[in-house]
């Protein structure tokens, strides 16, 4: 593609050089270009990422032949000045990918808890009953059957729009997508012309990045404020919303789309009755906007309920009739890293789950306490460089549920890992019942040697990671895998 097909496409402040230059490919990571490629050069946002400015030599060194910059550079090569790099890069990787996202049915969920759970719950019901399923998260990409890993969850516009082209090259009719509060302020998502916009629920988390709760929900809502404001029946938008969130009419104003409403205690279109919850799983009416029938879920938990909802209520939009849906959910299994049972033959339960926020921390633990017949261990910690208010929330919440806490390191980066566990400290000032472990290894040892029959181990915070986030290197690391290997050397 030729630098001045792009240079059409929105407001560019002047060029420089030869604009017929055909370019390769897009980055804005000057250690990820090839030769031919054209090199983004985004501003720096709020320490998270550095300005990319500062590595156009190294990208020009690497192979970069043409540069996007908000400011001037002193190299010769060509150059487009905008006002926006940002913006430009989202605008440049839709038209360079032929903007796939127009070819497919898009799906993206929002919400501080149950995110991947309701991505896997809507990609199950669509793949059976016959679509091309594709699946962006936290867990990595998924390509009907073929899961490809990455390095974060929304991804960055070159990559996410590179992948929203492999899948529809694959047929894909629908690709469901996580869609995170950083990718939502970062314009990562911006090109993503989104059919449905799902909503799970909103507590504390990231405030370390947005600063307060309230601009934290206002970013949340820009999945929902862009989902267009035409009523075109061949291109007919849905927003889902959770019913029992207090932030449900703050984002229906947001939107000028349909709203469909799913929930528990109030009135919503979908919603569920007569729940009935244990170890083993969850089983519920549906009653919905066409219809009622009978729910079995092999998942724990009254989130889990909500999560299920939200995935009925996008299944319902799509035309995909109850009984399919009711097939697919008594079928579906655990989700990695969520609430995942690790089973040895032990006469306790051991549990693995992604819980790193307050309410989802608080989501776990009570639901385990419901079915628990003997202590509940649990061991956890708080990740470094990230919001440190809810260290000793989440510190008074293990206390509060647990007859034994171990705090530990979860993903320290640039922390000392004593202070974050101090932090957590503050809120179980009240407990002799909690030691602190530094070594997350040693506190699971010590938390499953612990336990006996009945017993129920959490090992919350990681879930499906495979790796820890150090000062000066990350490292291999599976919460599952070290379980594993202590209960088989449990005597």
Known sequence: MKLKEIADLFMVKKTVGDMNVEFTGIQMDSRKIEKGNLFICVPAI????????????????????????????DIDIPKIFVQDARHAMSVIASHFYSYPSNEMRLIGITGTNGKTTTSYIIEKILADYGSKTGLMGNNGMKINNHLYPTDINTQEPPILQRNLRKMRDCKTDYCVMEVTSQGLDMGRVLGC?????????????????????????????????????????????????????????????????????????????????????????????????????????????????????????????????????????????????????????????????????????????????????????????????????????????????????????????????????KDIEKGMKSSSHYQLVVNREEAIKKAINMASSNDVVLIAGKGHETYQILKDKTIHFDDKIIAKKTLLKKE
């Open 193 to 421: 012309n989104f059919r449905t916009a799902v909503f799970t629920n909103l507590t504390q988390d990231h405030l370390d990045y947005h600063g307060t709760i309230e601009e934290y929900r206002k970013t949340k809502g820009l999945l929902f404020s862009r989902l267009g404001n035409t009523f075109l029946p061949e291109d007919k938008k849905y927003v889902v919303l959770n019913a029992d969130d207090p932030s449900i009419e703050y984002f229906r104003k947001l939107t000028s789309t349909e709203v469909i409403t799913y929930g528990i205690n109030n009135k919503s279109d979908v919603s569920a009755k007569n729940i009935i919850m244990s170890p083993r799983g969850i089983r519920f009416l549906l009653t919905s906007f066409i219809g009622e029938i009978e729910i079995r879920l092999n998942l724990v938990g009254k989130f889990n309920v909500y999560n299920a909802l939200a995935g009925i209520t996008s299944s319902l939009i799509e035309g995909i009739p109850l009984e399919s849906i009711r097939n697919s959910l008594s079928d579906l299994k655990s989700i990695g890293g969520r609430m995942e049972i690790i089973d040895e033959g032990q006469d306790f339960l051991v549990l693995v789950d992604y819980a790193h926020s307050p309410d989802a921390l608080e989501n776990v633990l009570t639901t385990i306490k419901e079915f628990s017949n003997g202590k509940v261990i649990t061991v956890f910690g708080c990740g470094g460089d990230r919001d440190v208010t809810k260290r000793p929330i989440m510190g008074e919440i293990a206390n509060r549920y647990s007859d034994f806490v171990f705090v530990t390191s979860d993903n320290p980066r640039s922390e000392d890992p004593i202070i974050i566990m």
């Open 46 to 73: 709020r320490g998270f990422l550095a300005d990319r400015h500062l590595y156009a030599e190294d990208a020009v060194r690497n192979g970069a032949i043409a540069l996007i910059v908000e400011r001037d550079i």
